[in-house]
């Protein structure tokens, strides 16, 4: 079990651009942080209102939006369009290659996640799917999955069979068992949170666990919201 601190991540920072990196991301390179599993970025950006990503090219990735708060436009080169939201998860399987931009046309900031996988396969035909979600359960909910067991539950599929993203939001003092695989990584989006094993988390903490699984994370006064990729 590994803790990384909110603080500890690289950061990117401009006029319209606040991003956390997780990983080694752009000019920040660690040859010992340069992914977990099967994840190879893991952004934590808010985005000013009136701007955002200039169209730009990707290759063989899985690409997973999460949003916390605003809405993102995504536009890209297969004629794709959408506004992801909170509660609504995108894929963006870029395969062969595609462009797309991600922009903010609200008055607010726009705060969400980016999550790449690698695809289990090259030069997948590029391919768009959102979907909405309901977190009200206070359940580990699939959200964007390749793996078996999510095949009828998951509300995207993933070209990559053995990961999954699941996303729980949780009210004052509930708590949720994380799933046992080789590979597991946390997020804590919002709010805080206690880990069994590890303690108190805060917001944008990260975990990542080998071999594990069956520990509880507890949201703290405030609730909280876990995202956590299981891959085997």
Do not use: C
Not at 95 to 105: A, F, L, V
Not at 126 to 150: F, M, R
Request: proline share 6%; glycine share 10%; no cysteine.
């Amino acid at each position: 079990m590994e803790i990384r601190r909110a603080d500890e991540r690289f950061r990117t920072a401009s006029e319209w651009l606040d991003s956390w990196h997780s990983f080694s991301f752009g000019e920040f390179y660690d040859p010992a942080n340069v992914g977990f599993g099967f994840l190879v970025a893991h952004n934590d950006e808010t985005v000013a209102p009136g701007t955002g990503f200039e169209p730009h090219p990707h290759q063989d990735l899985e690409i997973v939006t999460w949003v916390l708060d605003g809405a993102l436009a995504h536009r890209d080169s297969e004629g794709n369009s959408g506004v992801v939201h909170p509660g609504l998860a995108q894929r963006m399987s870029a395969g062969s290659g595609i462009r797309h931009s991600e922009w903010n046309d609200g008055a607010e900031p726009v705060h969400y996640v980016q999550m790449w996988v690698r695809p289990d396969r090259f030069d997948l035909t590029p391919s768009y799917e959102q979907a909405e979600l309901d977190l009200s359960t206070g359940e580990l909910i699939p959200v964007a999955s390749g793996l078996a067991k999510h095949a009828s539950a998951a509300a995207i599929r993933l070209n990559q069979p053995a990961a999954g993203l699941s996303v729980a939001r949780l009210a004052p003092g509930q708590s949720i068992e994380l799933p046992g695989a080789p590979h597991l990584h946390l997020f804590l989006a919002a709010g805080t949170a206690v880990l069994e094993g590890a303690g108190e988390l805060a917001a944008a903490d990260a975990v990542r666990l080998t071999g594990s699984g069956g520990e509880r994370v507890t949201a703290g006064p405030a609730g909280a919201e876990v995202l956590v990729w299981e891959m085997y």
